[in-house]
T-cell receptor, first 109, second 114 residues
Framework: SQQGEEDPQALSIQEGENATMNCSYKTSINNLQWYRQNSGRGLVHLILIRSNEREKHSGRLRVTLDTSKKSSSLLITASRAADTASYFCATGSDYKLSFGAGTTVTVRA | NAGVTQTPKFQVLKTGQSMTLQCAQDMNHEYMSWYRQDPGMGLRLIHYSVGAGITDQGEVPNGYNVSRSTTEDFPLRLLSAAPSQTSVYFC?????????????FGPGTRLTVT
């Protein structure tokens, strides 16, 4: 069963705009991760936020975590065409990750 | 480092045939996993291994076997292929340790069963 659920399922934005996607999960977590998947490729790890953290930044990425609401958000600022991909949140521990169905982001030039 | 490699990239099987999907990593990672990805769904864990000689079942293990004789290799065997096993298969690995939560994924094998 899927632990995380991303919202929206799909997002289309203009280059330079910000993209925000959300992830809700069901059970308590130690950490939450975000991955990116370009079309036809494997997943690439973007960022990990631990349960005792509320916000984390990495380049143009900003992740927040609200454990009371069991939700996380991923913000991509100043989007580029290369950000066109599917984004997945994942929870779990060690070797057993549970993924949501993903948000497909399309950045229009 | 090549990272996580998977072969083949594409495969077409007939119902009832068997085959092995290969996965190898050169990062000396203890943990390795197999996932399948179906349209509109996230990745689902098939089998995983915490080290050579140790494997266990994930969420959707039926119809698949694994073994881990070395740290580097983690092959996935389809015993008798069924159309329901048409999917994209990803292998992943990660190191043991407090800070090793990130998983490294291979490029995937796209399998079609007719």
């Amino acid at each position: 069963s899927q632990q995380g659920e991303e919202d929206p399922q799909a997002l289309s934005i203009q280059e330079g705009e910000n993209a925000t996607m959300n992830c809700s999960y069901k059970t308590s977590i130690n950490n939450l991760q975000w991955y990116r998947q370009n079309s036809g490729r494997g997943l690439v790890h973007l960022i990990l936020i631990r349960s005792n953290e509320r916000e984390k930044h990495s380049g143009r990425l900003r992740v927040t975590l609200d454990t009371s609401k069991k939700s996380s958000s991923l913000l991509i600022t100043a989007s580029r065409a290369a950000d066109t991909a599917s984004y997945f949140c994942a929870t779990g521990s060690d070797y057993k990750l549970s993924f949501g169905a993903g948000t497909t982001v399309t950045v229009r030039a | 480092n090549a990272g996580v490699t998977q072969t083949p990239k594409f495969q077409v099987l007939k119902t009832g045939q068997s085959m092995t999907l290969q996965c190898a990593q050169d990062m000396n990672h203890e943990y390795m996993s197999w996932y399948r990805q179906d349209p509109g769904m996230g990745l689902r864990l098939i089998h995983y291994s915490v080290g050579a000689g140790i494997t266990d079942q994930g969420e959707v293990p039926n119809g698949y076997n694994v073994s881990r004789s070395t740290t580097e290799d983690f092959p996935l065997r389809l015993l008798s292929a069924a159309p329901s096993q048409t999917s994209v298969y990803f292998c992943a690995s990660r190191p043991v340790g407090l800070f090793g939560d990130e998983q490294y994924f291979g490029p995937g094998t796209r399998l079609t069963v007719t």
